[in-house]
Each structure stands twice: as C-alpha cells, then as structure tokens.
C-alpha cells in the first residue's frame, strides 16, 4: 500500500456531495472525466488525482495511517532480513 496511490478522488475530496453526488465546486466535468479515466484502476494502478483535490479530514487521518503502516512493514523486512542472515 503506497500514500501515493491514494485516490484523491471525489469521494475523499470536501466538495464531493454524496446525496446529489455533485460537486459543490462546480467542476462536475472533472469529476465525471476523472471516473472516467480512473474509475476502473484497482490500487496498484496509477491513479491520476484531481486538480481540484481538497482533502477531507477523514482522508488525512487515513493517509497518515497508511504511511505509517508503511513505515512499520519496511522495518520489519529490514529485521526478518537480518534475523534470516543470523
């Protein structure tokens, strides 16, 4: 799981209402251009963010997790390599 390969799509993103699901930005082609450009990907693609990405809280917190999550699995390569050389 990589924080780059968020999707900083409409659904994370504070204009995105979920009832209408419009934007409250007016950008409604963006949005439908971005699904159309990205909607199929699963999480190991490459997936184009908005420009007019802005974050929701909910977001943050869950892209600070993933970082972190990262963080802890490289370290524990970094210890089952070296307990395998021992």
């Known amino acids: 799981m990589s924080n780059s390969n968020s999707t900083k799509g409409c659904i994370d993103c504070t204009h995105y209402y979920r009832e209408t699901k419009k934007c409250n930005a007016g950008n409604d082609n963006e949005m439908r251009n971005w699904w159309l450009e990205n909607g ?8 184009n963010p908005m420009r007019c ?30 307990a395998k050389r021992t």
Not at 53 to 61: E, R, V
Request: hydrophobic share 40%.
């Open 53 to 82: 990405f802005t974050p929701t809280t909910s977001y943050k917190m869950l892209s600070d997790l993933i970082t972190k999550v990262d963080e802890l699995a490289n370290k524990l390569d970094v210890v089952n390599a070296n």
């Open 40 to 47: 199929d990907k699963i999480r190991k693609d490459v997936i």
